[in-house]
């Protein structure tokens, strides 16, 4: 079997002086001598893949490997003899692979492979070195290391995929009602092209869900949505949120800068929630960026291509807005390409039942709490009414129902205590004449004793009203706050203001 002797002359070098050419040839003796002293093992394959040598360290490695003699593992191609080696890809790309971890049978080691090049820059084979075996004990702090950001670059790829996976589709826009057929008709059309899509509707009635759906139906499902609420961001800050801010733009400003949604929904869809409330000086700019798909960050002269769809939705009258002069009409025009309205929920009665019953499981899901059932009866309680906050407002209310009572079956009268609905008609309002209501400052007015001062009878329906949240909810003040509609904050500051209210209330539970 052929052998490589360091007596050998190496590669020769043309047209340079034989003092230099001796210096070269001297100084890859030396260092390949350096390699073979220092490392634990090398070895040199040729071009076939071959092994045709390897070093007296690197026999340490055989019996771990299977061989008891070096003549069986020279000669052979090296994948058989050394399983997971990379030694044939060095050879047939010509690249060096400097540092890499090879684990097999034998161990883990920290390896090195360089092609081997004739003269006329052919390669010829490659050589392999041990630089460290077991590196999991001498270099355990890196391996560590390089195994938590492994770690934390899989969990980030995993959020990354979760935020992009569409929240809703189609199907979860419940209803077979007319007025929803024709409406997820047209979206599902839409969806197949690269349109601007005006949602327009009541609050409540489902835009945002529509919009996740037109996007998970279309060819940028696997890219970003990115929502913005137009409404909940301050003005000042409005530039900054779409178009990104330039590292150091202004005093206090990131140093990195900062992407805005249009960057953030490159090659996805851009959802613009409430687009009537968008001020007026901002809208040439959002106008630019819909027409050239370019946008340019606070504080940079760059501009930046984009691929963004973008879905508006508004509750407002943008025509009305046209007119009175606080909206663009040209940016109307641009938004307006495929507008879409959605039904209000008085519209939709029909779907009324469906509604409930998936509102409800999702209400039961989420809280723990048994699945409730909807007498008949009560379903007429919940037709009669207006419904001006639509499916949020309807969500809301079952919600609270559900919270309040530990009936299984609920009926008209749980619904009438939610939305006020009395069981008599009121009576009409007594209107006070000037006169009457100055004879009733006096104290011998019939009642007069017992008027309180409004904002002591205010405080003292809060406090009944907070005492009634925490009874409903087992002292737990989140779900307090919730069913009183107001911040938890707000609930803390009421508490603070009245005094610390009972729980346990009197009597126990």
């Given at each position: 079997?052929?052998?490589?002797?360091?007596?050998?002359?190496?590669?020769?070098?043309?047209?340079?002086p034989r003092?230099?050419?001796?210096?070269?040839?001297?100084a890859?003796?030396?260092?390949?001598?350096?390699?073979?002293d220092?490392?634990?093992?090398m070895?040199l394959?040729d071009?076939?893949?071959?092994?045709?040598?390897?070093?007296?360290?690197?026999?340490?490695?055989?019996?771990?490997?299977?061989?008891?003699?070096e003549?069986?593992?020279v000669?052979h191609a090296v994948?058989?003899?050394?399983?997971?080696?990379?030694?044939?890809?060095?050879i047939?790309?010509?690249?060096?692979?400097?540092?890499?971890?090879l684990?097999?049978?034998?161990?883990?080691f920290?390896?090195?492979?360089?092609?081997?090049?004739?003269?006329?820059?052919?390669?010829i084979g490659?050589?392999?070195?041990?630089?460290?075996?077991h590196?999991?004990?001498?270099?355990?702090?890196?391996m560590?290391?390089?195994?938590r950001?492994?770690?934390e670059?899989?969990d980030?790829?995993k959020?990354?995929?979760?935020?992009?996976r569409?929240k809703?589709?189609?199907?979860?826009?419940?209803?077979?009602?007319?007025?929803?057929?024709?409406v997820?008709?047209?979206?599902?059309?839409?969806?197949q092209?690269d349109?601007?899509?005006?949602?327009?509707?009541?609050?409540?009635?489902?835009?945002?869900?529509?919009?996740?759906?037109?996007?998970?139906?279309?060819?940028?499902?696997?890219?970003?949505?990115?929502?913005?609420?137009?409404?909940?961001?301050?003005?000042?800050?409005?530039?900054?949120?779409?178009?990104?801010?330039?590292?150091?733009?202004?005093?206090?400003?990131?140093?990195?800068?900062?992407?805005?949604?249009?960057?953030?929904?490159?090659?996805?869809?851009?959802?613009l929630?409430?687009?009537?409330?968008?001020p007026?000086?901002?809208?040439?700019k959002?106008?630019?960026a819909?027409?050239?798909?370019?946008?340019?960050?606070?504080?940079?002269?760059?501009?930046?291509?984009?691929?963004?769809?973008?879905?508006?939705?508004?509750?407002?009258?943008?025509?009305?807005?046209?007119?009175?002069?606080?909206f663009?009409?040209?940016?109307?025009?641009?938004l307006?390409?495929?507008?879409?309205?959605?039904?209000?929920?008085?519209?939709?009665l029909?779907?009324l039942?469906?509604?409930?019953?998936?509102?409800?499981?999702?209400?039961?899901?989420?809280?723990?709490?048994?699945?409730?059932?909807v007498a008949?009866d009560?379903?007429?309680v919940?037709?009669?009414?207006?419904?001006?906050g639509?499916i949020?407002?309807?969500?809301?209310?079952?919600?609270?129902v559900?919270?309040l009572?530990d009936?299984?079956?609920?009926?008209?009268?749980?619904?009438r205590?939610?939305?006020?609905?009395?069981?008599?008609?009121?009576?009409?309002?007594?209107e006070?004449?000037?006169?009457?209501?100055?004879?009733?400052e006096?104290?011998?007015?019939?009642?007069?004793?017992?008027?309180?001062?409004?904002?002591?009878a205010?405080?003292?329906?809060?406090?009944?009203?907070?005492?009634?949240?925490?009874?409903?909810?087992?002292?737990?003040?989140?779900?307090?706050?919730?069913?009183?509609?107001?911040?938890r904050?707000?609930?803390y500051?009421?508490?603070?203001q009245?005094?610390p209210?009972?729980?346990?209330?009197?009597?126990?539970?």
């Amino acid at each position: 079997m052929p052998t490589v002797s360091l007596q050998d002359d190496f590669t020769h070098v043309p047209d340079l002086p034989r003092d230099v050419r001796s210096v070269l040839e001297l100084a890859a003796r030396s260092m390949f001598q350096l390699f073979a002293d220092t490392v634990e093992g090398m070895m040199l394959v040729d071009r076939q893949g071959k092994v045709v040598w390897i070093s007296e360290g690197y026999k340490q490695f055989l019996p771990a490997l299977g061989f008891q003699d070096e003549s069986e593992f020279v000669g052979h191609a090296v994948e058989e003899v050394v399983p997971n080696t990379l030694m044939r890809e060095v050879i047939a790309t010509g690249r060096p692979i400097l540092v890499d971890l090879l684990t097999n049978k034998a161990g883990t080691f920290l390896v090195s492979r360089i092609p081997l090049r004739d003269d006329r820059g052919e390669v010829i084979g490659a050589l392999g070195m041990v630089l460290m075996a077991h590196p999991e004990s001498t270099m355990q702090p890196l391996m560590k290391k390089f195994a938590r950001l492994q770690r934390e670059l899989d969990d980030a790829r995993k959020q990354l995929a979760e935020q992009r996976r569409p929240k809703y589709t189609f199907a979860s826009f419940i209803g077979s009602s007319p007025q929803v057929m024709e409406v997820k008709r047209q979206a599902r059309r839409v969806a197949q092209t690269d349109s601007t899509v005006l949602l327009l509707g009541e609050t409540g009635t489902g835009k945002e869900l529509l919009a996740h759906a037109i996007h998970a139906a279309s060819s940028r499902a696997g890219r970003p949505f990115i929502g913005v609420n137009i409404a909940a961001i301050p003005e000042t800050l409005l530039e900054a949120e779409f178009f990104g801010v330039a590292p150091g733009a202004y005093t206090g400003a990131d140093r990195k800068g900062r992407d805005g949604k249009f960057k953030l929904a490159d090659g996805g869809t851009l959802f613009l929630d409430e687009i009537g409330d968008m001020p007026l000086a901002l809208q040439a700019k959002l106008l630019r960026a819909l027409q050239e798909q370019e946008i340019e960050p606070l504080g940079s002269n760059q501009v930046l291509k984009v691929d963004v769809r973008v879905i508006a939705a508004t509750s407002r009258d943008l025509p009305q807005l046209v007119a009175e002069g606080k909206f663009r009409e040209d940016l109307y025009y641009r938004l307006n390409v495929v507008p879409i309205r959605l039904p209000s929920l008085r519209e939709r009665l029909g779907d009324l039942e469906a509604l409930v019953e998936f509102l409800g499981e999702d209400i039961s899901r989420r809280s723990g709490m048994p699945h409730r059932d909807v007498a008949p009866d009560a379903f007429e309680v919940l037709r009669a009414h207006p419904w001006r906050g639509n499916i949020r407002e309807l969500r809301n209310v079952l919600e609270q129902v559900t919270m309040l009572t530990d009936d299984l079956r609920l009926e008209a009268r749980h619904f009438r205590r939610a939305l006020a609905t009395p069981e008599s008609p009121l009576q009409p309002p007594v209107e006070l004449s000037p006169a009457s209501a100055t004879a009733a400052e006096g104290a011998g007015a019939p009642g007069a004793s017992a008027v309180r001062p409004l904002g002591e009878a205010v405080a003292e329906v809060e406090r009944q009203a907070i005492q009634a949240a925490l009874n409903a909810t087992g002292g737990n003040k989140q779900a307090a706050a919730r069913l009183l509609k107001i911040s938890r904050a707000t609930l803390y500051e009421k508490l603070a203001q009245y005094g610390p209210v009972p729980w346990p209330p009197a009597g126990g539970r």
